[in-house]
T-cell receptor
Framework: SQQGEEDPQALSIQEGENATMNCSYK?????LQWYRQNSGRGLVHLILIRSNEREKHSGRLRVTLDTSKKSSSLLITASRAADTASYFCATVPEYGNKLVFGAGTILRVKS | GAGVSQSPSNKVTEKGKDVELRCDPISGHTALYWYRQSLGQGLEFLIY????????KSGLPSDRFSAERTGGSVSTLTIQRTQQEDSAVYLC???????????????????FGAGTRLSVL
């Protein structure tokens, strides 16, 4: 069963605006990752945040993690049309090796 | 190779036929995963290989599904007697090593192939 639940399911914004996606999970984790998927094909890893980290940045991406609420958010600043994709969070359990993916957020950036 | 390679990229088959999907992971990656993604849905874990250990088959939906990994490299996912509900994109991913602590953490990162889109008519 999927652990991560993303919201919103779909998000449509104008180019230049910020996009925020949220992810909630159920069990204790070792780390949480965000992936992007274009056109329903392969996923590309974006960023990994460990359970003892609260915030991480990579370029225009900012990820936060709140383990007390079992939630994470992905912020994409100054969005571009090329950011249009599906975004998935995935968790690695505290005891285990498998990534467990959420259902994803579909982001559309209009130019 | 430079990335994870999957073949075929598209497969159309008739209900009841068997299909084989192939995954060629990144050279040196010891962990290999198969996922299934139905239209507009998230990824459903199917099976996981780690080195020479027994595979984790806990995600296989029925005994019609099987997978093997020969020589610790190429993997084949076989679906017997295909059904229409098997139609989906089948994604393969590999990672350097499954690990939890310290410098091995980054090795949890998975690298995905482009997938095989299976259509069962």
């Amino acid at each position: 069963s999927q652990q991560g639940e993303e919201d919103p399911q779909a998000l449509s914004i104008q180019e230049g605006e910020n996009a925020t996606m949220n992810c909630s999970y159920k069990t204790s984790i070792n780390n949480l990752q965000w992936y992007r998927q274009n056109s329903g094909r392969g996923l590309v890893h974006l960023i990994l945040i460990r359970s003892n980290e609260r915030e991480k940045h990579s370029g225009r991406l900012r990820v936060t993690l709140d383990t007390s609420k079992k939630s994470s958010s992905l912020l994409i600043t100054a969005s571009r049309a090329a950011d249009t994709a599906s975004y998935f969070c995935a968790t690695v359990p505290e005891y285990g090796n498998k990534l467990v993916f959420g259902a994803g957020t579909i982001l559309r950036v209009k130019s | 190779g430079a990335g994870v390679s999957q073949s075929p990229s598209n497969k159309v088959t008739e209900k009841g036929k068997d299909v084989e999907l192939r995954c060629d992971p990144i050279s040196g990656h010891t962990a290999l995963y198969w996922y299934r993604q139905s239209l507009g849905q998230g990824l459903e874990f199917l099976i996981y290989f780690q080195g020479n250990s027994a595979p984790d088959k806990s995600g296989l939906p029925s005994d019609r599904f099987s997978a093997e990994r020969t020589g610790g490299s190429v993997s084949t996912l076989t679906i017997q007697r295909t059904q229409q509900e098997d139609s989906a994109v089948y994604l393969c991913a590999s990672s350097l090593r499954s690990g939890q602590t310290g410098s091995t953490l980054a090795k949890n990162i998975q690298y995905f192939g482009a997938g095989t889109r299976l259509s069962v008519l």
